[in-house]
């Protein structure tokens, strides 16, 4: 490490001496390894009345029959209620401890027993629903005392005395999580799937209600999903992103999992300013408000300030397309122009001078900023560093995944850390510094496609740290790189190579084929995740024929196949020939019925017809309907062919295929109404 370390500061100067401060506690603090700490993960099963209900956890009014638990200890133990109506017999079930119990105050106190065994208890949405629930059956139903359970019962999580309780429900939903460390492979997340998107694996369904599953079948149902929950945690390394994230924010674990990103930045930034003292104070809000106002004006509706340059796409099928991409363009904006809430704006006259392009915002010459400092150092330790390491070939492959985790756990904070600063809620909300930064990506995007195209290279779209380049030779691609190091002070990188991109006229819309046939989609709704199987059907299809095209002249038969298979699936709908399950679209409750007033959803409509027959929905509950005649939605349960509105989901359908049509030259009415139009020609 010692060699590392100096190799590390040899090859990258630190700007000053508070930089150099920060990059060595970087180096040291997250090259230490995480310790090896006894692990539970754990799923609980309660008996319902029917498919899909879940039990009121505040009300546990039905009984907890069935809590699995995988154990890193390589234990799996599954602690069983016996009931008359499913008889006596304890099964066998490979692989698991089977305890059972006919009295459930008995089996939930073997349980308590067992939690305190393992410092770290690991659920999936625990906080509302396992722990919540075990907690009111034991104290509320059976009379336990508060201490004779191992929880602590706060307002809106769960913890556990004895040691930490990790909620990996809102981690995955944290949208830096998503974005940044699982680089948006997952859309949604419920359990199912999230290992459906992360393991490749899914949740067990079922035909029947828990309640009346045979004691095996109950058994590997709740252990594959307590398996499910440990798998994430362990092999998505979930927990370890988790651990290393606490690190770098000096913010407990079970905190971290349960706050956003604002909530991290702030507690890294508090902290290193207290480190600091007495040099560095942690200002009052309205001391860092008053540091400047904004002074662009937001290109989109309810933005505070003109955010990232954007360039109208050439729309139209592009062969041998190029993507350069700005590493960490922001931290990096940042860290070159010493962009902090203490340096922008300074009273120093020789400053006045220093301009941040397309602002009248000035920065401080004489001292480095805190942000500055902070970011800076955490890009620079990750890009020189831990991603290196992360490919070293030399190191064993569980060193390489470690680093990998440290490397991508400073890209979660990296790629956060410029926004907070332009958010009201944030106590070092500072317009200047998030305004600031936009200004420099916009000046630099703008400069690298000028320079582009004088050096004779169509640039076909530009998005915010990143510009699309037609057939670059690699002379073009060099020079580029090399002016922006020089000219920008900026990390120009070759980010991809397509064999070609489908652009539409929509901005922040394109599917992109790989040489291997890959096919990435940016933006496109048929991908989303609440859009009825139906249409994701069409739309893979589509896919997969794009995905063979290894010409322009390929495109006539493509062509002609996505007009058919557009064409056909608008005249089943027309022809009501489909599944009515195929039309289900699924949404998420935000909040429960009660709290929706002055708007009612279509899911919502849908969940109050659930619930005047009788089935209990609360927030989280994912909500299946189709859209049905006379403006309304009714439940997937319910509905029927001659219920759906076909009008609806033929514009759902159309509306899903026009960005690609017109990329391809055609117009939907061309494709629905069986026309065709001449080739185009291909650029």
Same mark, same amino acid.
């Given at each position: 490490?010692?060699?590392?370390?100096?190799?590390?500061?040899?090859?990258?100067?630190?700007?000053?001496?508070?930089?150099?401060?920060?990059?060595?506690?970087?180096?040291?603090?997250?090259?230490?390894?995480?310790?090896?700490?006894?692990?539970?993960?754990?799923?609980?099963?309660?008996?319902?009345?029917?498919?899909?209900?879940?039990?009121?956890?505040?009300?546990?009014?039905?009984?907890?029959?069935?809590?699995?638990?995988?154990?890193?200890?390589?234990?799996?133990?599954?602690?069983?209620?016996?009931?008359?109506?499913?008889?006596?017999?304890?099964?066998?079930?490979?692989?698991?401890?089977?305890?059972?119990?006919?009295?459930?105050? =008995? +089996? *939930?106190?073997?349980?308590?027993?067992?939690? #305190?065994?393992? %410092?770290?208890? $690991?659920?999936?949405? /625990?906080?509302?629903?396992?722990?919540?629930?075990?907690?009111?059956?034991?104290?509320?139903?059976?009379?336990?005392?508060?201490?004779?359970?191992?929880?602590?019962?706060?307002?809106?999580?769960?913890?556990?005395?004895?040691?930490?309780?990790?909620?990996?429900?809102?981690?995955?939903?944290?949208?830096?999580?998503?974005?940044?460390?699982?680089?948006?492979?997952?859309?949604?997340?419920?359990?199912?799937?999230?290992?459906?998107?992360?393991?490749?694996?899914?949740?067990?369904?079922?035909?029947?209600?828990?309640?009346?599953?045979?004691?095996?079948?109950?058994?590997?149902?709740?252990?594959?999903?307590?398996?499910?929950?440990?798998?994430?945690?362990?092999?998505?390394?979930?927990? =370890? +992103? *988790?651990?290393?994230?606490?690190?770098?924010? #000096?913010?407990? %674990?079970?905190? $971290?999992?349960?706050? /956003?990103?604002?909530?991290?930045?702030?507690?890294?930034?508090?902290?290193?300013?207290?480190?600091?003292?007495?040099?560095?104070?942690?200002?009052?809000?309205?001391?860092?408000?008053?540091?400047?106002?904004?002074?662009?004006?937001?290109?989109?509706?309810?933005?505070?300030?003109?955010?990232?340059?954007?360039?109208?796409?050439?729309?139209?099928?592009?062969?041998?397309?190029?993507?350069?991409?700005?590493?960490?363009?922001?931290?990096?904006?940042?860290?070159?122009?010493?962009?902090?809430?203490?340096?922008?704006?300074?009273?120093?006259?020789?400053?006045?001078?220093?301009?941040?392009?397309?602002?009248?915002?000035?920065?401080?010459?004489?001292?480095?900023?805190?942000?500055?400092?902070?970011?800076?150092?955490?890009?620079?330790?990750?890009?020189?560093?831990?991603?290196?390491?992360?490919?070293?070939?030399?190191?064993?492959?569980?060193?390489?995944?470690?680093?990998?985790?440290?490397?991508?756990?400073?890209?979660?904070?990296?790629?956060?850390?410029?926004?907070?600063?332009?958010?009201?809620?944030?106590?070092?909300?500072?317009?200047?510094?998030?305004?600031?930064?936009?200004?420099?990506?916009?000046?630099?995007?703008?400069?690298?496609?000028?320079?582009?195209?004088?050096?004779?290279?169509?640039?076909?779209?530009?998005?915010?740290?990143?510009?699309?380049?037609?057939?670059?030779?690699?002379?073009?691609?060099?020079?580029?790189?090399?002016?922006?190091?020089?000219?920008?002070?900026?990390?120009?990188?070759?980010?991809?190579?397509?064999?070609?991109?489908?652009?539409?006229?929509?901005?922040?819309?394109?599917?992109?084929?790989?040489?291997?046939?890959?096919?990435?989609?940016?933006?496109?709704?048929?991908?989303?995740?609440?859009?009825?199987?139906?249409?994701?059907?069409?739309?893979?299809?589509?896919?997969?024929?794009?995905?063979?095209?290894?010409?322009?002249?390929?495109?006539?038969?493509?062509?002609?196949?996505?007009?058919?298979?557009?064409?056909?699936?608008?005249?089943?709908?027309?022809?009501?020939?489909?599944?009515?399950?195929?039309?289900?679209?699924?949404?998420?409750?935000?909040?429960?019925?009660?709290?929706?007033?002055?708007?009612?959803?279509?899911?919502?409509?849908?969940?109050?017809?659930?619930?005047?027959?009788?089935?209990?929905?609360?927030?989280?509950?994912?909500?299946?309907?189709?859209?049905?005649?006379?403006?309304?939605?009714?439940?997937?349960?319910?509905?029927?062919?001659?219920?759906?509105?076909?009008?609806?989901?033929?514009?759902?359908?159309?509306?899903?295929?026009?960005?690609?049509?017109?990329?391809?030259?055609?117009?939907?009415?061309?494709?629905?109404?069986?026309?065709?139009?001449?080739?185009?020609?291909?650029?």
């Amino acid at each position: 490490s010692t060699d590392r370390f100096s190799d590390f500061f040899y090859r990258v100067r630190a700007e000053s001496p508070l930089h150099h401060q920060f990059l060595n506690r970087w180096l040291r603090t997250l090259s230490e390894p995480l310790p090896e700490i006894p692990i539970a993960a754990m799923d609980i099963e309660v008996r319902c009345p029917s498919v899909g209900h879940i039990p009121d956890p505040r009300e546990a009014d039905e009984p907890v029959i069935c809590v699995c638990f995988v154990c890193s200890d390589g234990r799996k133990c599954a602690f069983l209620l016996l009931r008359s109506e499913v008889g006596d017999q304890v099964p066998e079930v490979a692989g698991v401890e089977v305890f059972a119990y006919r009295d459930e105050r =008995e +089996l *939930l106190k073997a349980v308590f027993e067992f939690i #305190i065994k393992y %410092p770290v208890l $690991v659920t999936f949405n /625990g906080d509302d629903f396992d722990l919540r629930y075990l907690w009111h059956r034991a104290v509320d139903r059976f009379g336990f005392r508060r201490e004779e359970t191992p929880f602590e019962a706060h307002h809106d999580w769960m913890g556990v005395r004895h040691g930490i309780h990790i909620d990996l429900y809102p981690f995955f939903d944290n949208r830096s999580i998503q974005n940044y460390a699982y680089e948006q492979r997952y859309r949604e997340t419920t359990l199912d799937d999230l290992a459906q998107a992360l393991l490749n694996k899914r949740k067990i369904e079922l035909e029947k209600p828990i309640g009346e599953l045979d004691y095996k079948t109950l058994i590997e149902y709740c252990m594959n999903d307590a398996q499910l929950t440990y798998e994430l945690a362990i092999k998505l390394r979930a927990l =370890e +992103l *988790l651990f290393l994230i606490s690190r770098i924010v #000096i913010t407990p %674990p079970e905190n $971290v999992c349960r706050t /956003g990103i604002s909530i991290w930045i702030k507690n890294l930034l508090y902290a290193s300013m207290r480190r600091l003292h007495p040099r560095y104070l942690i200002p009052h809000p309205e001391e860092v408000r008053k540091r400047g106002t904004i002074t662009t004006r937001p290109v989109i509706k309810d933005k505070l300030y003109r955010g990232g340059f954007v360039k109208e796409p050439v729309p139209g099928v592009h062969f041998d397309v190029v993507v350069l991409d700005f590493a960490s363009l922001y931290p990096s904006v940042i860290s070159v122009w010493n962009i902090s809430f203490d340096t922008v704006l300074c009273p120093h006259s020789e400053c006045r001078d220093n301009l941040i392009p397309g602002t009248p915002h000035h920065v401080c010459r004489k001292r480095t900023g805190i942000v500055s400092a902070v970011i800076g150092s955490l890009k620079d330790v990750r890009v020189e560093y831990f991603k290196k390491l992360a490919k070293d070939k030399r190191l064993s492959p569980e060193e390489r995944a470690f680093y990998n985790s440290v490397q991508l756990t400073m890209k979660v904070i990296l790629n956060a850390s410029y926004g907070v600063f332009g958010l009201r809620a944030f106590p070092l909300f500072c317009p200047p510094v998030a305004e600031g930064t936009a200004a420099v990506g916009r000046y630099a995007l703008t400069k690298t496609i000028e320079k582009a195209e004088s050096l004779g290279v169509r640039v076909l779209y530009g998005d915010t740290d990143s510009v699309f380049l037609h057939r670059p030779t690699e002379e073009q691609i060099h020079e580029l790189i090399k002016w922006s190091e020089r000219e920008l002070k900026l990390k120009l990188e070759l980010d991809k190579r397509y064999r070609y991109v489908v652009l539409p006229a929509l901005k922040k819309n394109y599917i992109g084929v790989y040489d291997d046939g890959t096919v990435e989609v940016k933006g496109l709704a048929g991908k989303k995740r609440h859009m009825p199987a139906f249409i994701k059907r069409v739309f893979v299809e589509a896919l997969e024929t794009l995905s063979k095209v290894k010409t322009p002249e390929d495109f006539v038969d493509a062509r002609n196949h996505i007009i058919h298979i557009v064409s056909e699936a608008h005249r089943k709908l027309r022809r009501r020939e489909f599944d009515v399950r195929d039309l289900a679209l699924v949404v998420k409750l935000g909040k429960d019925i009660s709290e929706y007033r002055k708007t009612t959803p279509q899911h919502v409509k849908a969940a109050r017809m659930l619930e005047r027959l009788g089935r209990k929905v609360r927030r989280g509950d994912l909500i299946a309907f189709v859209k049905t005649r006379r403006g309304g939605a009714m439940p997937i349960d319910l509905a029927r062919p001659e219920d759906v509105d076909i009008d609806k989901y033929a514009e759902l359908l159309e509306n899903t295929f026009r960005p690609i049509l017109a990329a391809l030259d055609l117009e939907v009415a061309e494709v629905t109404g069986g026309k065709m139009r001449s080739l185009f020609e291909f650029s």
